[in-house]
């Protein structure tokens, strides 16, 4: 599965169609009318290869649930039978492997996977297969692999022992199973304001953006569901909750200046009311091909934020809590009414609250046999009364102690409040509520901590900031010792127009939507607590497997805080992030610890909330457009010219050039020999170029620059090297003076964006008194180098209308003209030692400019030449550059302290003379000739004296290295302890690396023309 | 999203400047100031827990550095001027 | 029947056979008046400090204050990267110590702190690069640890599904291995060292904030805290995130930004990526840790912050990076993403040793290499306050080194690298 080579994209597989597929409703689980289904619009879906058939409508969880389907996995740890606890994103076991090839996709949630035809999945986790998994044996040792065991064992008998056991951890943990394939679907990102962002579309978050629209301003309303709705779609798809969800939907929709993003997860809330949502296209298939994005990651901005995500049902903690059948009650009502499912016949709901009662009476309704056993003692007469008419066996003060059966749900034991003995009751299905936990990850995202409130036994948002606010069950809105009801359309239209109100909207907002024959769950009366000692594992994370024996240990051993318990048992870490764990956990170890749970502390919610695919948070900075690349004017030309191009940081430069040779080794040197003999063209416009002009120009470089600047005359160039406060070296360039007031500074590739800025700020803050304006110019100006003897001949052939004699231009002079209108500047600078000179024009002109140099003096033998030469042969002169420039060197140590005015100030001056930075003994610039014939000398190799023992850190190290012209043997430079002090001492250069050891002497760094003669010919 | 009120250009997310720290530090004058000056200005920091006052470069807009006052534990930004105006607004 | 102190296999068995009870893992003891040693901050660093204190020096009149919960900084939040790849004199010795010393610690500690010696990959994109990754190397293997030169066709068959083809915006040329490198439980490391230095009688006072400092002229002798006052004969400032809010108490100024750096963690799969590799292109790292997630990170923000909330757009530039190293990232999926607070200094070194006030120490400004320094920090540390002097392997690391001209740049990155 290697990455190389072209994308594999193309369309999605079309192999499974609706119309191939038998579709057999599996009896007795699809009821035969109702839901939220379109039956009219079937589904083909492939699973573990059998092509089984769906609806429009149905998410895969569903689907699967409807053709029978009830084991779904095997647990993290423990491998036990699995089913769907849930029908949304707190659903913790049913994670599936979706895709085939590079679409593979693991640890996918099926509640939340939107049906489509030609859908492939597999389940996950088992070996062989999930039905037979041999791995179930960990079930048999859980004492064994209890919370933590890791860590007190796997350390023997040796030292590095847990090398040997970790690769069977490493196989047995994880969920699914990644392909390395590189990722053919296409993601997109975008950006976008608001006024008022609306978090969820319950009836709470409809009635907010119907209010906040009403007012005129901004509004975007953000589902994650396909379908609006949010707790209303539990609700029996006929009646007065469904007529609600379609009227507030309808008028929603109608307003314009509402923008509804649907099957999109808020992900994350960030600093400044920054929203990051995802959108996924998953269901339509997308084409990359034709530029359809699996999955948008969009920034939205917002100047009001209304929290509507409602809340999410808490398990019951009982023995064996985690078979496949035992559901979260509200699940199991979803199931039933949106997606018309019978998933038991014989069924047992086990609760502490109201809601849950709801749910019996559906099913009940529906034709099940439903016991009902409620911890509480008393209940709501009206409530009692209507599940016994309907049929319910109703049994109060009565809880769930454990389930029974392996892999289906088959019979469960009940235990009355004060009796001792247990009754077996039959049931092929339970729906278990011990209460809501507001779904207040989103507010605490922005570092509002939620706060614990006792009185519904939950944890509520913290303090809104200024611009939040939240409507709904998210709020724990409706509370409490009485029974009276929340109104979560009254609750949203009061935000909506508090938010309206916020951001200065006009609108009327009019009046809350009343629904009377719509009834609000009451869910918040305080459940019952019960600890009564579990037999069989209850689990408490069911994801990873965190049982009621895992936090008692904790406790035993002492991690007693969340975060602690958290760690230690894993509690809370799976892709679930603890959704339907971490009330049950606190809850417990706050027991366990004689505490309130309000001191339990809270453990920190971190975006996202729902996992985000790492490749829509990269969109499309991947493959060739991961970073920006920086072109030169000429890159066309040097492509179409037989170039190799090399990264220079964002740029793209010439390496070599096929004329010279195949490969960088040869081509360099042909490259080089040319410039030393004859004439070179390199295209050098990567270079930091600045312009400044002004009155103040010449104090402002003499005092940035080491060296005088103030009395460069005007025609000239002067190398200047600027130190950074510290006093060491920032980078050196070239200034040049074409008028009294305009001067061109070059800089280094590198250094150009640093040094713009460094001038910026010293101009407008210490210095604000200079009369000085700097503008980048770095991409206004083509650059080319034209350098070898015969230079001057070359140019003068090139541009013939410019006097370019050694009288009209000297060494470092430099000149500005027009031809046709087209200025040009021509610097006779040097970096390679020989005669040179540097002519820019503007960037469009460049290539014509390029060409028409090489024409014009190809009887000269001119050719192009690239980086490679470039470094080599400024090696040879000496010229430190980029390898050298280190951010740890001083002037000194590059053999240039005599570039420091003694006269004048300058930046870096002060701290350049700590005492550190003038030992004798640091390493400073040295040139290297190789002994060894047939030998090389390496950039990095490690410098040692003739009689040094080769170990430690030696006396210094190669920077750079070339074959040279010259001296027709490897040459380098290097910084050495002591330096030039040294000169003609032998020395070793060590390459452990390769086992190398070559013999080399310390020469000056000059090894060409030193005395310049070459430069100013 | 940290967002930084430029003076010229307006609220613009933080991606489009380049840091430079506290603005609290005056810098030694230019040629006058001892060793043991600019090591306190180049090297050492009160680094607060809160209020800070510091400077930003908008890069990608108009080039200006600006002063800009954040509180660092709680990233809320308050007003911002052009450096160039010195110390305070 | 008595509970269960010493922890192995044997042990693990007799528990799940007979039911006996495990010990605490250390005890929760109310401060006393004084200590000889007062250590403040139980990070990892902090409690390595007393371990050693307490098993090498036989100095167990310790106290470790933790404001919160112990292990709840940074030590509880990292990539858990460890390696010794270092070249700065100084720096070498120091990492490898700190190696050596994570090489034997779960046996010394009696707990398994899972050190996985997978190898880390340096990554290359060209022949500058390498080269300056060859002198690293280099000066490795004259220091006697243990690293090899890779070429891109040695990446390739090491790691064939990175990126390889022509269409790759920074092509790998080669990188730098050290097999020894690897990744260690970062939870386990805190518990692991708290457990051992109570058994040893030092003393853990968890919730317990320092306010303030007692002076005896130009020397410190205790600290001020919410549960009382206690003098110390010495005291030590390990503290992380909070440095220069504490040295600000006894009126020291440091050179340190604290700045926020975010980590990342995908959903568990199956093995995935067997070693920890370091893309080259940009700071980004990336290995997969023993419960199956994918744990990386990136630069830090980039201004200074104590908020330990990251912002967006590195979460995408972070993201772009672990696609860019290895394209089957893609379609793995983000499952949560922290920060923590990272003192940054204008070297990227740290600061171990005395202090200009008598009898007050300090170890902070780890900038990036907090958790793999953790073992030989808290070893020098504990030298030094032993000792009253710095160990040769931290003397590069002074407070004051900055006043000198002696900075000690690993990375040559030039000063207060994050303005760059």
Not at chain 1, 216 to 240: H, K, M, W
Not at chain 3, 99 to 112: A, D, I, Q, T
Request: glycine share 10%; charged share 20%; aromatic share 8%.
């Amino acid at each position: 599965m290697s990455a190389g080579g072209a994308r594999a994209g193309g369309a999605p597989p079309a192999d499974v169609r609706a119309d191939a597929v038998v579709r057999t409703p599996v009896s007795g689980v699809r009821l035969s009318t109702g839901g939220r289904i379109n039956r009219a619009q079937p589904l083909a879906f492939l699973f573990e290869g059998r092509a089984l058939a769906g609806y429009e409508g149905d998410t895969l969880a569903s689907a699967l649930l409807a053709n029978g389907v009830r084991l779904i996995g095997r647990s993290f740890k423990y491998h036990r039978p699995r089913g769907f606890l849930a029908s949304g994103v707190e659903e913790p076991n049913g994670l599936l492997t979706l895709g085939t090839g590079a679409r593979r996709t693991p640890n996918v949630p099926a509640t939340t996977t939107e049906l489509y035809d030609g859908l492939i999945c597999e389940r996950q986790n088992g070996w062989p297969s999930v039905d037979f998994d041999l791995m179930s044996i960990n079930g048999l040792l859980t004492s064994l692999f209890e919370a933590g065991f890791y860590y007190k064992t796997f350390m023997g008998p040796r030292r590095g022992s847990w090398m040997f056991y970790e690769p069977f951890i490493r196989r047995a943990a994880g969920l699914g199973r990644a392909t390395h394939s590189v990722d053919p679907d296409r993601y997109e990102t975008g950006h976008a304001f608001t006024d008022i962002l609306v978090i969820g579309s319950g009836p709470a978050g409809l009635a907010a953006a119907r209010a906040a629209g009403r007012s005129g301003c901004r509004v975007t309303l953000v589902e994650q569901d396909f379908l609006l709705g949010g707790s209303l779609l539990a609700a029996p798809a006929n009646g007065p909750d469904e007529d609600l969800r379609r009227s507030l939907e309808a008028e929603v929709v109608s307003l314009p200046n509402v923008t509804i993003f649907r099957r999109t997860t808020v992900v994350g809330l960030y600093d400044g009311q920054t929203a990051v949502l995802v959108e996924r296209h998953d269901h339509e298939r997308p084409d990359p091909a034709k530029g359809a994005a699996r999955e948008v990651v969009i920034t939205l901005r917002a100047r009001a934020i209304i929290h509507a995500e409602g809340a999410i049902e808490r398990p019951l903690v009982f023995g064996d809590n985690d078979r496949p059948g035992v559901m979260l009650a509200s699940a199991v009502r979803t199931y039933l009414n949106r997606y018309s499912l019978a998933l038991g016949r014989r069924i047992l709901i086990a609760t502490n609250n109201d809601s849950a009662w709801v749910t019996a009476i559906d099913l009940a309704t529906a034709g099940a046999r439903v016991t009902l056993a409620d911890e509480r003692p008393t209940i709501h007469a009206s409530l009692e009364e209507t599940a016994r008419r309907a049929g319910i066996d109703v049994r109060v003060a009565t809880h769930l102690v454990r389930a029974h059966g392996g892999r289906a749900v088959q019979a469960a034991e009940l235990r009355a409040l004060d009796a001792s003995t247990t009754q077996r009751i039959d049931c092929d299905l339970i729906g278990m509520s011990a209460g809501w936990s507001p779904t207040v990850h989103l507010t605490s995202h922005t570092g509002v901590r939620p706060v614990y409130d006792g009185g519904i036994r939950a944890m509520v948002p913290g303090p809104w900031p200024p611009g939040v606010t939240g409507a709904g069950a998210v709020t724990g809105a409706g509370v409490v010792a009485s029974r009276t009801r929340s109104d979560p359309l009254a609750d949203g239209h009061a935000a909506g127009t508090a938010a309206a109100q916020w951001v200065g909207a006009l609108g009327n907002t009019g009046e809350p939507v009343i629904a009377t024959d719509v009834t609000w769950t009451e869910c918040w009366a305080k459940p019952a607590q019960n600890r009564a000692k579990a037999h069989g594992k209850a689990f408490v994370d069911f994801q990873n497997d965190v049982t009621t024996d895992d936090v008692v240990l904790a406790h035993e051993e002492g991690y007693e805080s969340l975060e602690h318990l958290k760690r230690y048992t894993t509690l809370g870490m799976g892709t679930d992030q603890g959704k339907t764990s971490n009330f049950a956990a606190a809850q417990l170890m706050s027991e366990l610890r004689d505490i309130d749970v309000s001191n339990a502390g809270a453990t920190t919610y971190r975006p996202p909330y729902t996992p985000v695919s790492v490749g829509a948070l990269a969109g499309r900075h991947i493959d060739a457009h991961f970073r920006p690349t920086r072109r030169t004017p000429m890159h066309d030309w040097h492509l179409a010219n037989g170039v190799t191009m090399i990264d220079a940081g964002p740029w793209v430069r010439p390496w070599f050039y096929a004329w010279a040779g195949r490969d960088v080794a040869t081509a360099y040197v042909a490259e080089m020999n040319l410039v030393r003999t004859g004439v070179g063209i390199s295209d050098i416009s990567s270079l930091g170029k600045i312009e400044l002009q002004g009155p103040d120009v010449a104090e402002f470089l003499d005092r940035i620059y080491v060296n005088n600047f103030a009395s460069l005359p005007v025609g000239k160039g002067r190398y200047g090297v600027m130190l950074n406060d510290d006093g060491i070296v920032l980078d050196d360039g070239t200034t040049a003076r074409f008028s009294e007031s305009t001067y061109f500074m070059t800089t280094t590739t590198a250094q150009a964006g640093e040094v713009m800025s460094r001038l910026e700020f010293l101009l407008q803050t210490a210095w604000t008194n200079l009369r000085v304006q700097v503008v980048s110019v770095t991409d206004r100006w083509a650059g080319m180098s034209i350098a070898g003897p015969l230079s001057r001949k070359a140019l003068m052939l090139a541009l013939p209308d410019i006097d370019l004699s050694n009288e009209a231009l000297a060494h470092m002079g430099v000149c500005e003209h027009e031809i046709d209108g087209m200025p040009v500047r021509v610097l006779r600078l040097s970096f390679s030692g020989e005669l040179a000179y540097e002519v820019y024009v503007p960037a469009d002109r460049g290539t014509a400019m390029w060409e028409s140099i090489l024409e014009r003096a190809s009887p000269l033998g001119i050719r192009p030449y690239g980086l490679e030469a470039l470094a080599s042969l400024r090696i040879e002169k000496g010229h430190v550059a980029g390898l050298e420039l280190d951010h740890r060197t001083t002037l000194e140590d590059l053999g240039l302290g005599k570039l420091a005015s003694r006269k004048k100030a300058f930046v870096g001056r002060e701290l350049r003379e700590r005492e550190e930075l003038q030992s004798p003994d640091r390493w400073s610039l040295i040139g290297l000739e190789c002994l060894d014939p047939g030998a090389r000398l390496r950039g990095g190799a490690i410098l040692f004296s003739k009689d040094d023992p080769i170990e430690g850190h030696g006396r210094g190290y190669i920077t750079s290295v070339t074959w040279s012209t010259v001296l027709q043997k490897t040459i380098a430079l290097a910084l050495y302890s002591g330096g030039l002090q040294h000169e003609g001492q032998e020395i070793v250069c060590a390459y452990p690396l390769r086992n190398e050891r070559v013999r080399a002497r310390i020469v000056s760094p000059i090894f060409i023309d030193p005395s310049g003669e070459r430069l100013r010919a | 999203m940290l967002r930084i009120p430029c003076p010229h250009c307006g609220l613009r997310d933080y991606t489009e400047f380049r840091y430079a720290g506290d603005a609290t530090k005056p810098r030694p004058a230019h040629g006058t100031g001892e060793q043991r000056a600019w090591y306190e200005y180049v090297f050492v920091f009160d680094n607060p827990k809160g209020p800070h006052l510091e400077y930003w470069q908008h890069v990608e807009g108009c080039r200006q550095w600006l002063v800009l006052e954040r509180d660092t534990s709680t990233n809320t930004v308050g007003q911002s001027w052009l450096a160039r105006q010195g110390a305070k607004p | 029947m008595t509970a269960l102190s010493h922890y192995s296999a044997f042990a693990l068995a007799r528990r799940a056979l007979f039911g006996s009870k495990w010990q605490r893992a250390w005890r929760k003891p109310d401060p006393r008046p004084a200590y000889d040693v007062v250590i403040v901050g139980g990070g990892g660093h902090g409690l390595a400090t007393a371990y050693y204190l307490a098993a090498r020096h036989g100095i167990t009149k310790v106290a470790v204050l933790e404001r919160g919960y112990l292990g709840s900084g940074n030590v509880g939040r990292n990539t858990t990267l460890v390696r010794s790849n270092y070249q700065m004199p100084g720096n070498t010795e120091f990492f490898e110590h700190s190696l050596k010393l994570w090489e034997g610690l779960s046996h010394e500690l009696n707990f398994n702190v899972m050190l996985s010696q997978r190898g880390q990959l340096v990554l290359a994109h060209g022949p500058g690069q390498l080269d300056v990754l060859a002198r690293k190397g280099n000066t490795m293997r004259l220091n006697g640890i243990d690293c090899e030169l890779f070429d891109r066709p040695d990446v390739q068959r090491f790691l064939p599904f990175l990126d390889y083809s022509k269409s790759c915006r920074f092509p790998i040329y080669g990188g730098l291995f050290q097999p020894r490198a690897g990744t260690v439980r970062h939870d386990a490391v805190a518990w692991g060292y708290a457990r051992a230095a109570d058994r040893l009688g030092v003393d853990i006072i968890e919730n317990c904030e320092v306010t303030g400092f007692l002076r005896d002229g130009a020397a410190v002798n205790g600290v001020e805290t919410s549960r009382g006052r206690i003098h110390a004969g010495r005291t030590l400032i390990s503290v992380a995130g909070h440095s220069s809010h504490l040295a600000r108490l006894v009126g020291l100024r440091l050179p340190i930004e604290s700045h926020l750096l975010q980590a990342f963690v995908t959903e568990p799969i199956k093995p995935f990526l067997d070693c920890v590799l370091s893309f080259g292109a940009e700071l980004f790292y990336i290995s997969q840790s023993d419960k199956g997630g994918m744990v990386f990170g990136g630069h830090i923000d980039g201004f200074n912050s104590y908020t330990q909330r990251g912002q967006f757009p590195k979460v995408r530039t972070v993201a772009e990076c672990a696609v860019a190293l290895i394209p089957g990232m893609s379609r793995l999926r983000l499952l949560r993403h922290w920060a923590g607070i990272q003192d940054m200094t204008p070297d990227g070194s740290p600061f171990m040793g005395r202090t200009p006030l008598r009898n007050l120490y300090f170890n902070g400004g780890w900038c990036y290499q907090g958790f793999k320094a953790t073992p030989a920090a808290g070893w020098c540390m504990a030298h030094a306050l032993a000792h009253d002097e710095e160990h040769p392997f931290i003397r590069h690391l002074a407070l004051d080194r900055f006043e000198r001209g002696n900075g000690s740049d690993e990375y040559g990155l030039g000063l207060w690298t994050y303005k760059q």
